[in-house]
């Protein structure tokens, strides 16, 4: 059953911790992307990997760091440098990284400050 | 800043109706356009992609790209309230991220009975 997994489905994070959302693909796919989704707002890039061993900042990546050691997994640690950590990550991932790439998506992670 | 521009609604058409969803974009030169359907609490999911101007149908879904104008839409008939949900527009976009997608904040669709 190919697919992408996330897990936890939810994560409590407690002042100045850090926590690592797990990201796993079967789909034998080269690139994977972090995404955050706050309330009523867009999708904005964290990170992204278009091979192993090497990933990009994307737009948000303060705060974040990744690493990307096996084709499958991408995991998104979210550091105590993260001021607002709480909203929805998605995890996503498509065959390569050309502009006509698709890109599906994980169940998500939503991350809440207590 | 490459911006993607929805109407946020919420859109509300009733049942059986054609719904029209609408996104611009600012960058010239992007060459591929998504749309997505996510319902509350849920990861999005891909309903079409289009590439090329004209039309793109799928089923009772059709995409409708227009670069001249930099405008995308989604058309949907017949509606069900099963459609209803928050369609996001990604466009591919090439800037510091390589080949990302930048997505607009969505449009909410209520679908009533």
């Known amino acids: 059953d190919g697919g992408i997994t996330q897990s936890p489905k939810y994560l409590f994070r407690k002042e100045g911790q850090n926590v690592t959302l797990s990201c796993e693909q079967n789909?034998?796919?080269?690139?994977m992307y972090w995404y955050r989704q706050d309330p009523g707002q867009g999708l904005r890039l964290i990170y992204y990997?278009?091979?192993?061993?090497?990933?990009q900042k994307g737009d948000i990546a303060e705060g974040y760091s990744v690493s990307r050691e096996k084709k499958e997994s991408f995991p998104l640690t979210v550091t105590s440098a993260q001021k607002n950590p709480t909203a929805f990550y998605l995890c996503?991932?498509?065959?390569?990284?050309?502009?006509?790439?698709?890109?599906?998506f994980g169940p998500g992670t939503r991350l809440l400050v207590l | 800043q490459k911006e993607v521009e929805q109407n946020s609604g919420p859109l509300s058409v009733p049942e059986g109706a054609i719904a029209s969803l609408n996104c611009t974009y600012s960058?010239?030169?992007?060459?591929?356009f998504f749309w997505y359907r996510q319902y509350s609490g849920k990861s999005p999911e891909l309903i079409m992609f289009?590439?090329?101007?004209g039309d793109k149908e799928d089923g009772r879904f059709t995409a409708q790209l227009n670069k001249a104008s930099q405008y995308v839409s989604l058309l949907i008939r017949d509606s069900q309230p099963s459609d209803s949900a928050t369609y996001l527009c990604?466009?591919?976009?090439?800037?510091?991220?390589?080949?990302?997608?930048?997505f607009g904040k969505g449009t909410s669709l209520l679908v009533t009975p």
């Open positions: 996503a991932s498509s065959k390569g990284a050309t502009s006509q790439e698709t890109q599906y």
């Open positions: 789909l034998n796919h080269d690139a």
């Open positions: 990997s278009q091979i192993v061993n090497d990933f």
């Open positions: 960058d010239r030169g992007s060459q591929s």
């Open positions: 289009i590439y090329s101007n």
């Open positions: 990604a466009v591919n976009m090439i800037g510091n991220s390589g080949y990302a997608l930048n």
